[in-house]
């Protein structure tokens, strides 16, 4: 028998056809279809559509336009030279995040297998592990002597104020002849962000960004760089030529905040309102206050008479100045009052208002309070230490990005040119794949030192933590701490020290004094 298909329900006929069926009358529309949304920020009334007036739907590359990029970067540049607050905040972020300079922790394997090019073949090395360590100190070392002939750390911290200020900076990595041509002569050269540019882009062309050509996957493949900055007093020389550097040799570092984005805008953008509301109402207190204190006071003479001709009135018009000598009496005629200004400036509120300001500016880059205001006056001991927690769990996520952007990088950069170099490397060294690293940052200083360090010592006597990690967080290397505690025992133990300096050192033996009337012993003959 022949089955017959199924018919669909209305709901299904609904989904698959573009109109209601025929001979059917048309389903009526959903409740509430075709209202506003619920949710009172999507509502547009008289009262907030002046406040949402500027709000888009543009592309997160198309919102970053180069002229936006340029007005934001100037204007912050602007805030940062000439405001103590902006700049000073910009300062003490990169000294926070970069500190000293980050020191590379090397770890080798002590079993590898390594090439033989005498005899063409593969053998196993095993090393001690006295002798892993000694070879990864040299190797650190050389990077070390490295790091200080580049100065590399005050390249580190301009990048970081170049990108916190400007929203995105560049290095280059390139060969430096004035380098020890002896050892490793690979340079960084740090480069703002107007001079990555392409002054003939194509605004059809998908694959590219001012300043950045993409893959069709995404990946950066090459960047322009202007050969002066655009600012330049003789950029026009230049006729806008550009240098196309490859994507493996330039560093960019930004914080994007929207998927897909090319470019990277000031983090003091949210800020840069606040501070000119902040300048402008300091200036408008300050002159509040200078204008009181140019203007001692007024004389008021409620029974002067009108017109010149009268013989009573005061030798002075309306809006005279009269000069006033220091600390002196002042005598006045008949029904005149004096009367001095009462200063109002700076008003009650105004440290109040200083205060909020700043908070506010300061939490676009994630500065706690007392880093944003410059003070912590008005902290308690444990607000102090709360605030503080969250803003160095960010700077924790700044060095880890500068480690997958930069550092990480660089000193793959560094090896790769080190081993070529004879004799700059010691021998028996594993192949670079095979090298391990961290980067010791500075630690943050502790606000309460003995509450910090009982903390450490339960934990470690618990398990729950390690002395690498004690150590990595003061920003020491847990195997140099062992090595120099052992050097030191060694040392106080020489001079009849105890070996631990918390253990208090013993009294030397008395000894017992001869008695008042006692004659000396002769020479060579015992006391009885």
Request: glycine share 8%; net charge negative; charged share 25%.
């Amino acid at each position: 028998m022949r089955r017959r298909s199924p018919q669909p329900d209305a709901g299904q006929s609904a989904a698959f056809t573009s109109g209601p069926p025929a001979n059917r009358p048309a389903r009526s529309a959903p409740r509430g279809s075709g209202r506003a949304s619920r949710y009172d920020a999507a509502q547009t009334t008289d009262e907030n559509k002046n406040h949402w007036a500027a709000a888009d739907s543009l592309s997160p590359n198309a919102a970053n336009s180069p002229h936006v990029r340029h007005r934001l970067r100037t204007r912050a540049r602007y805030e940062c030279e000439n405001n103590g607050y902006a700049g000073g905040l910009v300062r003490g972020r990169a000294e926070a995040t970069v500190g000293v300079c980050p020191r590379l922790q090397l770890t080798l394997p002590e079993t590898y297998s390594a090439n033989d090019a005498d005899f063409q073949r593969t053998v196993d090395v095993r090393l001690e592990p006295d002798e892993a360590r000694a070879l990864a100190r040299a190797v650190e070392g050389r990077w070390n002597e490295w790091a200080d002939a580049t100065s590399l750390a005050d390249k580190l911290r301009l990048m970081d104020k170049s990108e916190t200020r400007e929203g995105e900076v560049f290095g280059a990595a390139f060969t430096n002849p004035r380098l020890d041509p002896a050892g490793v002569q690979l340079d960084l050269k740090p480069i703002e962000a107007d001079q990555c540019a392409t002054p003939e882009l194509d605004p059809t062309d998908r694959d590219a960004v001012d300043g950045i050509r993409f893959d069709r996957h995404g990946n950066p493949t090459e960047y322009h760089f202007l050969k002066r900055h655009p600012g330049d007093a003789l950029s026009w020389t230049a006729h806008w030529e550009y240098d196309r550097y490859p994507a493996a040799r330039v560093f960019h570092l930004f914080d994007p905040d929207r998927c897909g984005q090319a470019r990277g805008v000031s983090a003091l953008t949210p800020g840069l309102p606040l501070y000119a509301i902040l300048r402008r109402y300091t200036l408008a207190s300050l002159g509040a206050a200078e204008l009181a204190a140019m203007i001692a006071g007024v004389i008021e003479n409620p029974n002067a008479p009108i017109g010149d001709e009268d013989a009573d009135a005061p030798e002075f018009e309306a809006m005279d100045a009269v000069p006033f000598a220091r600390n002196a009496l002042l005598t006045l005629a008949g029904g005149q009052t004096a009367k001095a200004f009462k200063s109002e400036q700076p008003s009650p509120s105004y440290r109040e208002f200083k205060g909020e300001v700043l908070t506010e500016a300061g939490r676009g880059v994630g500065a706690a309070r007392n880093t944003a205001t410059g003070s912590s006056a008005e902290y308690n001991f444990s607000s102090g230490r709360l605030d503080k927690l969250p803003e160095q769990t960010g700077y924790r996520i700044r060095r880890d990005r500068w480690r997958r952007l930069l550092l990480d990088r660089l000193f793959r950069m560094w090896l790769a040119e080190a081993v070529l170099i004879p004799g700059y490397l010691p021998a028996n060294l594993p192949a670079p794949a095979a090298f391990r690293w961290k980067w010791r940052w500075d630690g943050f200083g502790s606000i309460d030192p003995v509450k910090d360090a009982t903390a450490n010592e339960i934990k470690l006597r618990s398990g729950e933590t390690t002395l690498e990690h004690v150590a990595g967080e003061s920003g020491e290397d847990w195997e140099e701490v062992i090595e120099q505690q052992a050097r030191e025992m060694r040392l106080r133990l020489k001079h009849g020290l105890p070996a631990n300096p918390a253990q208090p050192t013993a009294a030397p033996a008395a000894t017992k004094k001869p008695a008042p009337d006692a004659e000396p012993a002769e020479e060579g003959t015992a006391r009885d």
